[in-house]
C-alpha cells in the first residue's frame, strides 16, 4: 500500500494559478501511474491527470489540457499539479491515487477503479 497526502489547495480569482502537492510513501513507486481526481458537489469524481513514474509519461483531461500539468519529482517522492488560467468550473476536492498495475506503452489509467491507493483530497476552490 502506498499513503498519500495532498496539499496546496485553497480559493484563487478565475484567472489564477495553483500547484497542488501530493506526498507519497510506503513502497517504491518505480512503474506506477500516479493520478489527480477531482470531485465537485453533486458531480462523480473525474479524472484530470497522471504520470508514469519511469518515464513521465502523461495523460490530461481535455477539460484541463494546455492548462494543467502533472510532473513528478523523484528524489522527494512528490508528484504535483501545476493549475493554470483556473475557471470556476474546477473548483472541486482534488485527490491523488496511485494505479499499482505496471502499463506499458503509453496507455494511462483515467477511471477511478483502477487506482488502488487514494489520499484525503485538497480543496480547490476559483472564485469568479
Known amino acids: 500500500q502506498v499513503q498519500l497526502v495532498e496539499s496546496g489547495g485553497g480559493l484563487v480569482q478565475a484567472g489564477g494559478s495553483l500547484r497542488l502537492s501530493c506526498g507519497a510513501s510506503g513502497r517504491s513507486l518505480s512503474r506506477y501511474y500516479m493520478g489527480w481526481f477531482r470531485q465537485a458537489p453533486g458531480k462523480e469524481r473525474e479524472f484530470v491527470a497522471a504520470?508514469?513514474?519511469?518515464?513521465?509519461?502523461?495523460g490530461y483531461a481535455d477539460s484541463v489540457k494546455g492548462r494543467f500539468t502533472i510532473s513528478r519529482d523523484n528524489a522527494k517522492n512528490m508528484v504535483y499539479l501545476q493549475m493554470n488560467s483556473l475557471k470556476p468550473e474546477d473548483t472541486a476536492v482534488y485527490y491523488c491515487a496511485v494505479d499499482r498495475t505496471s502499463y506499458s506503452g503509453s496507455y494511462y489509467p483515467t477511471r477511478g477503479y483502477e487506482y488502488d491507493d487514494w489520499g484525503q483530497g485538497t480543496q480547490v476552490t476559483v472564485s469568479s
Open positions: 504520470i508514469r513514474w519511469s518515464d513521465s509519461n502523461t
